[in-house]
């Protein structure tokens, strides 16, 4: 079964709106996780590392105070996408390291009006 | 270049036949390297991961790693049409550790009846 859990699957808004994705580990803790976004036809893009306890860390070229991320448990990392706008919409993915694996939530498409 | 390359395909092969997807990596420090699965408006899915030089077999799944070429390969045998999916090639950077994946853009595979 799943063992990286991701919610909503999908989500539509109207621009403007925040929109917030919560991804959880379900049979481990996971100090770091991963959201990763994604547009049609391309590989997975790293935004930023969510990190327990601490401040997330953004790729290059990621706007941290539009993707805001808390990680305040060791099992909850949230992403909030503020103030969307239609560029904003893509496959957004969280991941978390477990037993030496890399997995994956299950996804959300975010669509912005 | 890339840090990791795959031939975006698409890589046509009949059912039954032996699917071959390659990849190669940049940064010979690398050490963990890991095939997903990806179906159209899915999330990735794990299906191999080999640490070491040589072959790695899990029922019709057969991943190849030869460091010294850097080159990591996954073979499909008796490809079914299920198998029709992108399939994404990810690695470890080389400090190690619980890290960000790197991924490749992915090889799309269409496995006909």
């Known amino acids: 079964g799943a063992v990286v859990s991701q919610h909503p699957s999908r989500v539509i808004c109207k621009s403007g709106t925040s929109v917030k994705i919560e991804c959880r580990s379900l049979?481990?803790?996971?100090?770091?996780m991963f959201w990763y976004r994604q547009f049609p036809k391309q590989s997975l893009m790293l935004m930023a590392t969510?990190?327990?306890?601490?401040?997330?860390?953004?790729e290059q070229g990621v706007e941290k105070d539009k993707f805001l991320i808390n990680h305040a448990s060791l099992t909850l990392s949230t992403l909030t996408v503020t103030s969307a706008h239609p560029e904003d919409s893509s496959f957004y993915i969280c991941?978390?390291?477990?037993?030496?694996?890399?997995?994956f939530g299950s996804g959300t498409q975010l669509s912005v009006l | 270049q890339k840090e990791v390359e795959q031939n975006s395909g698409p890589l046509s092969v009949p059912e039954g036949a032996i699917a071959s997807l390659n990849c190669t990596y940049s940064?010979?420090?690398?050490?963990?390297f890991f095939w997903y699965r990806q179906y159209s408006g899915k999330s990735p899915e794990l299906i191999m991961f080999i640490y070491s030089n040589g072959d790695k077999e899990d029922g019709r799944f057969t991943a190849q790693l030869n460091k010294a070429s850097q080159y990591v390969s996954l073979l499909i045998r008796d490809s079914q049409p299920s198998d029709s999916a992108t399939y994404l090639c990810?690695?470890?950077?080389?400090?190690?550790?619980?890290?960000?994946?790197?991924f490749g853009a992915g090889t799309r595979l269409a496995v006909h009846p």
């Open positions: 991941s978390a390291w477990g037993r030496e694996k890399l997995f």
């Open positions: 049979d481990f803790q996971a100090t770091t």
């Open positions: 969510s990190n327990e306890g601490s401040k997330a860390t953004y």
């Open positions: 940064d010979r420090g690398s050490q963990s």
């Open positions: 990810a690695v470890t950077p080389p400090r190690g550790g619980y890290n960000k994946l790197i």
